[in-house]
Nanobody, 125 residues
Framework: QVQLVESGGGSVQTGESLTLSCTYSGYTSRAPCMGWFRQAPGKRREGVAA????????HYADSVKGRFSISQDNAKNTLYLQMNTLKLEDTAMYYCAAQADGNECGLRKSEYNYWGQGAQVTVSS
């Protein structure tokens, strides 16, 4: 059973940076596709970034392109989300997600099989 544990959330001011980490276990080989999602109060969960096969390709939501960067360290079984130039609208619960097979490595939550518990990111002015 794949397990995901996020860390690194917190409170920052606009324009600052924050890095989220997600430690994963349960894969017998490299995780095929992993992603970050977020959900703000009263809003639907949305895909933020995805990474295929440890970095062969990455995908980003338009709202975070150029500011966020997803990466994966297979040796440490850890997924990262580097968030720069944070905005008020980035405030949300951030979830790490992973797929069982990686056939469609995008930003739709229906493509993902495993989810972490979430890490809160709060951006204030």
């Amino acid at each position: 059973q794949v397990q995901l544990v996020e860390s690194g959330g917190g409170s920052v001011q606009t324009g600052e940076s924050l890095t989220l980490s997600c430690t994963y276990s349960g894969y017998t080989s490299r995780a095929p596709c992993m992603g970050w999602f977020r959900q703000a109060p009263g809003k639907r969960r949305e895909g933020v970034a995805a990474i295929y096969a440890g970095g062969v390709s990455t995908h980003y939501a338009d709202s975070v392109k150029g500011r966020f960067s997803i990466s994966q360290d297979n040796a440490k079984n850890t997924l990262y989300l580097q968030m720069n130039t944070l905005k008020l609208e980035d405030t949300a619960m951030y979830y790490c997600a992973a797929q069982a097979d990686g056939n469609e490595c995008g930003l739709r939550k229906s493509e993902y099989n495993y989810w972490g518990q979430g890490a809160q990111v709060t951006v204030s002015s």
